[in-house]
C-alpha cells in the first residue's frame, strides 16, 4: 500500500472513520467483568470508554461525566459504582445520571432537561469470555464480520480460559497495519523467530490457490461486502514439535488434545493464539494511536485451573516473559519497516504466498478512496 497509508495523519483520520467506528472491536475479557460494578476501561478511536457490570448486564457507556466531562472510572480496571469522582453524579444502567447531589440547591435542572441526559452508549456483544464493541449508531451486524464457525471456535476456545489473567501494554512506533501483513504470513518465523517460536512450532507455508485466483481476479460488484468475513479465521494452525511437560500442564483443563499452534486472527485488530496446545493463551490487540505508533495490549492465561496452585502468577508471568522475546522480534522487524518508510518509498512486491494480505489491502484500499462496501 502507498506510504501514507502508515505514515499519514489525515490517512490515520480517514481510517478511524471508515474502518474502526464500524467494526467490532474486540474490548476486554468477560471475567474482568464478573461481579456487579465491575469496570474496565480504553481508549476506542480516540474515545474514552468504560464497560461496567450492572446486576449481571454488561454495558459500553462513553466513559465522560455528562455534568463537568470527568472522567467516570479513572483506573484500567476496578470495581466501583458508575459515579463521578469530581461532584458526585451517579449513573443507572441506562446511562442516566440517577443520583445528582444537591440537585435542587445547586443545578435546578427541569424535568426536561435531566431527562435528556444520558451517556453515550456503545453496542456489545460478548463470545464466550470475549467482550466486543462496536461505536457506530447503527453497528453492522456481528455475523456479517465473523463467519458463525468462526464465532464458534472463538467462543469455545475463549470459554476455556482461566479467571486469573495478567495484561500489560507494550508500545512499537509501526502502524497497526503492518502487524496484520505480519500475521498473515507464516513465512517469516523461521527468519525472525528462529531461536524462539520457530523451535517449537514446524510453521506451514502453503499457497493458498483459490485465494491466489480470487487476489489476482477483477473485483465483482457487490463482493466486497462479503469478503469481510473472509478476512477472520481460527483454529488449528501448526503442528508443534512436542509439548514440554511442565507440572502445570497437569493443572489445567485443556482446551482441545491436538499437539498444535493455534492461531486466531479477528480482523481487523485482534490476534489469539495458543502456543502449546490449548494449555495456555495470548491475547494480543493492536490498538492503533497513530500512525506510527500502535499499543500493543496484551493478556495472558492458562486454561481454567482444575483447582488452584500456589504458582500459578509466576506461570503466568513466565509466559509473559516468553511473549516478550517473540513479540520483541515482530516489533523489531516492524519497526524497521516503519523507520524506512518515506514520501516516495517503493510499494512492496508480494507474491503468490501474500494472496490473503493482498486481498485485505484491495478491499482496504477501496475502503480509504472510495468509501468502499461493508
Ligand atoms: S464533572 Fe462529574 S459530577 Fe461534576
Ligand atoms: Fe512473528
Not at 476506542?44 to 457490570?53: A, D, K, T
Amino acid at each position: 500500500m502507498p506510504p501514507a497509508a502508515y505514515r499519514s495523519q489525515e490517512w490515520f483520520a480517514r481510517e478511524r472513520g471508515r474502518l474502526f467506528r464500524r467494526v467490532w472491536q474486540f474490548a476486554g475479557l468477560k471475567t474482568m467483568l464478573g461481579e456487579h460494578n465491575a469496570f474496565i476501561t480504553r481508549e476506542v478511536c480516540g474515545v474514552p470508554v468504560v464497560i461496567q457490570n450492572f446486576d449481571g448486564e454488561l454495558r459500553a457507556f462513553e466513559n465522560l461525566c455528562l455534568h463537568r466531562g470527568a472522567k467516570l472510572q479513572w483506573e484500567r480496571a476496578g470495581r466501583r459504582p458508575l459515579l463521578c469522582r469530581y461532584h458526585g453524579w451517579g449513573y443507572d444502567k441506562a446511562g442516566a445520571p440517577a443520583n445528582i447531589p444537591l440537585h435542587d440547591e445547586l443545578y435546578r435542572f427541569s424535568t426536561a432537561e435531566r431527562a435528556g441526559m444520558c451517556l453515550r452508549s456503545f453496542a456489545l456483544r460478548t463470545v464466550g469470555n470475549l467482550v466486543f464493541i462496536n461505536m457506530n449508531a447503527e453497528p453492522i451486524p456481528f455475523e456479517q464480520q465473523f463467519d458463525a464457525g468462526f464465532i464458534a471456535s472463538l467462543e469455545s476456545s475463549s470459554n476455556a480460559y482461566d479467571g486469573e489473567v495478567i495484561t500489560t501494554t507494550w508500545t512499537g512506533r509501526f502502524n497497526w497495519k503492518l502487524a496484520y501483513e505480519n500475521l498473515r504470513d507464516a513465512n517469516h518465523p523461521r527468519f525472525v523467530h528462529a531461536q524462539t517460536l520457530a523451535r517449537s512450532v514446524d510453521f506451514i507455508c502453503n499457497v493458498d490457490e483459490a485465494l491466489v485466483i480470487d487476489a489476482d481476479a477483477e473485483p465483482a460488484p457487490g463482493a466486497g461486502r462479503d469478503l469481510l468475513r473472509r478476512f477472520s479465521w481460527g483454529g488449528r494452525d501448526a503442528p508443534l514439535r512436542g509439548v514440554a511437560p511442565y507440572a502445570w500442564r497437569g493443572m489445567v483443563e485443556r482446551w482441545g488434545s491436538d499437539d498444535a499452534y493455534y492461531n486466531w486472527l479477528a480482523f481487523p485488530n485482534l490476534h489469539i493464539a495458543s502456543g502449546d496446545g490449548g494449555h495456555a493463551f495470548t491475547i494480543e490487540h493492536h490498538v492503533p494511536l497513530a500512525p506510527d505508533r500502535t499499543a500493543i495490549e496484551i493478556y495472558w492465561m492458562t486454561a481454567k485451573k482444575r483447582r488452584p496452585y500456589p504458582y500459578s502468577s509466576t506461570v503466568l508471568l513466565a509466559l509473559m516473559h516468553g511473549s516478550k522475546l517473540v513479540v520483541g522480534e515482530d516489533v523489531r522487524v516492524m519497526e524497521s519497516v516503519q523507520a524506512g518508510l518515506h514520501d516516495d518509498a517503493p510499494q512492496g512486491n508480494q507474491g503468490a504466498f501474500e494472496a490473503s494480505n493482498r486481498l485485505i489491502e484491495r478491499w482496504y484500499m477501496d475502503l480509504m478512496e472510495n468509501g468502499g462496501e461493508f
